[in-house]
């Protein structure tokens, strides 16, 4: 059986895709086989992300209304062929999905894949309901400012009160942390809030901490997920996540101020 | 032709004491009544009352429905009605002008003071004593998050932290057994004396049976510090639990 993960966050522009293609990316590169569903019918982004936008042909909606079967809509990315990609549709709305459409897709993909990614659209309506719904593990991205965090706990608690692990009186959906656009220098200026201050109000699971990156901007519009830039701080923090989803330990990086660092260096101001 | 109406037919109940009679002592009647009156003048002076006689026809005690009226109205009762009389006393009743009431008798409940044992009685305000039914506490152990309400008919125990924007209401006590960041409402059914306890009160707003106070009311009070809301004199008191 597969895991089914949702990326969600309730805001929008998080970083709910850019960590949807970095996670499948990176679980389908340590081999396991993997698809990553766009839920965002209408506003479809994760095939830019992917790179793979040219090669769309039939899409999530196309499956679910039985008008393409799944090997037909499923596009093997061209970096990695453990990754498959099932691209929303950009001419339709998300009253376009339906549970138990959605139900039967999951489940025919279950039989042949590890690992299940479903990047939510923002929001807590239809489209991020049906995303989490049966979900087994959930990324929640959360930007460290309070907007942010108060959507993620509103997330967190739709994903305890309304998910199918709830409905049935299951083992609850594992919810894990993951913070992004984080900003060290900005958090020690008081403009940010901390990992501390987030972690505080929301008391989850971190798996770890992306850093405001330029490397995220230049991945997205190569369409190259950003994790395959092993260089960038970002890619490298994607790669700790998802070392850390997969039950290894990783120090936290990239969350002190470099500025705090040299001060240290030079004992000054 | 459509005359407008001047009058109509409202279904309606009105309050008639209803006399149950044990003897047909007229004499001791009239003692026991000039009694019972005098313990609250107010409530029997021109009352209405309905009489019933059908313990005493099954004891098979006649009784002169004539001689009892006039008893009544040299009281200031005004006997409205008559009930579980036989024939005969029901024909002498409506040559009175008493309608008679067919309606259960018996079982209709004693009024209180007017207790058949209770020979010395005097008519009490009934007091309401709200029962006490036990209702069991409901006790929380998942983080309630923004958006989410909870509402308990008896107390409400909360283990975890309640994020900004989460909802809590119980009509009895609620205690938080960590940080409180969303809003509390205690006694929500109007009990003043339910309280709030929590370890940090950062609450979005307070309440105690409708009285409340917002974040910007509880500046000042402690933080990081567990702390009890109550009542005081209609003013909610937020204190440091030592």
């Given at each position: 059986?597969?895991?089914?993960?949702?990326?969600?966050?309730?805001?929008?522009?998080?970083g709910k895709t850019t960590t949807s293609a970095a996670i499948a990316m990176g679980l389908a590169k340590r081999g396991h086989k993997t698809a990553v569903i766009d839920f965002d019918v209408g506003l479809r982004n994760l095939d830019l992300i992917m790179g793979c936008e040219r090669r769309v042909v039939y899409d999530f909606v196309n499956v679910i209304n039985g008008e393409a079967n799944l090997n037909q809509a499923?596009?093997?990315?061209?970096?990695?062929?453990?990754?498959?990609?099932?691209?929303?549709?950009?001419t339709r709305d998300k009253d376009a999905l339906n549970l138990e459409?959605?139900?039967?897709?999951?489940?025919?993909?279950s039989k042949d894949f590890k690992y299940i990614v479903c990047d939510s659209p923002a929001g807590i309506e239809r489209g991020a309901y049906l995303a989490m719904y049966y979900a087994d593990d959930a990324f929640v991205v959360t930007?460290?400012?309070?907007?942010?965090?108060?959507?993620?706990?509103?997330?967190?608690?739709?994903?305890?009160?309304?998910?199918?692990r709830a409905e049935l009186n299951m083992e609850p959906i594992k919810e894990y942390l993951l913070l992004t656009r984080y900003d060290p220098n900005r958090v020690e200026s008081g403009e940010m809030l901390s990992l501390g201050d987030v972690q505080e109000i929301l008391s989850l699971h971190l798996l770890g901490v992306i850093p405001e990156s330029k490397s995220v901007l230049n991945a997205s519009n190569s369409g190259i997920p950003v994790i395959l830039d092993e260089k960038s701080d970002a890619g490298q923090a994607y790669a700790d996540v998802v070392a850390r989803y997969l039950g290894e330990k990783r120090p936290l990086r990239f969350i002190d101020s470099k500025k705090g660092f040299l001060r240290k260096l030079f004992g000054g101001k | 032709m459509d005359q407008p109406s001047i009058l109509d037919f409202r279904s309606g109940t009105s309050f008639a004491p209803v006399l149950v009679l044990h003897s047909n002592d007229l004499e001791k009647i009239e003692q026991q009544l000039v009694e019972k009156i005098a313990s609250a003048p107010g409530f029997f002076e021109n009352s209405p009352v309905l009489f019933?006689?059908?313990?005493?026809?099954?004891?098979?005690?006649?009784?002169?429905?004539?001689?009892?009226?006039?008893?009544?109205?040299?009281?200031?009762?005004?006997?409205?009605?008559?009930?579980?009389?036989?024939?005969?006393q029901e024909k002498r009743a409506l040559e009175l002008f008493i309608p008679i009431d067919s309606g259960r008798s018996r079982n209709?409940?004693?009024?209180?003071g007017i207790h058949k044992e209770d020979k010395a009685s005097s008519l009490e305000i009934p007091t309401v004593i709200r029962e006490a039914v036990r209702v069991p506490a409901m006790v929380i152990t998942q983080p309630v998050r923004s958006g989410q309400r909870i509402y308990a008919s008896g107390d409400l125990i909360i283990m975890t932290q309640v994020s900004a924007g989460a909802e809590i209401m119980a009509e009895g006590n609620i205690h938080v057994y960590n940080t409180m960041?969303?809003?509390?409402?205690?006694?929500?059914?109007?009990?003043?004396?339910?309280?709030?306890?929590?370890?940090?009160?950062?609450?979005?707003l307070v309440s105690i049976a409708g009285i409340y106070k917002t974040s910007e009311d509880l500046k000042g009070t402690p933080r990081k510090k567990p702390v009890q809301v109550c009542l005081r004199d209609q003013a909610l008191i937020v204190e440091e639990l030592s």
């Open positions: 059986m597969a895991r089914i993960i949702v990326v969600t966050s309730g805001k929008g522009g998080v499923l596009i093997r990315d061209k970096n990695c062929n453990q990754l498959y990609i099932l691209p929303a549709s950009q459409g959605v139900g039967r897709v999951l489940e025919e993909l930007n460290p400012e309070v907007s942010s965090v108060r959507d993620s706990d509103r997330m967190l608690g739709i994903l305890a009160s309304k998910s199918r | 019933d006689l059908s313990e005493l026809n099954e004891n098979g005690s006649k009784t002169d429905v004539g001689a009892l009226v006039s008893l009544f109205r040299k009281l200031s009762l005004f006997p409205v009605g008559m009930r579980g009389g036989d024939t005969s209709d409940a004693l009024l209180p960041r969303g809003r509390a409402l205690a006694g929500v059914q109007g009990d003043t004396a339910t309280r709030f306890f929590c370890l940090d009160l950062q609450a979005e």
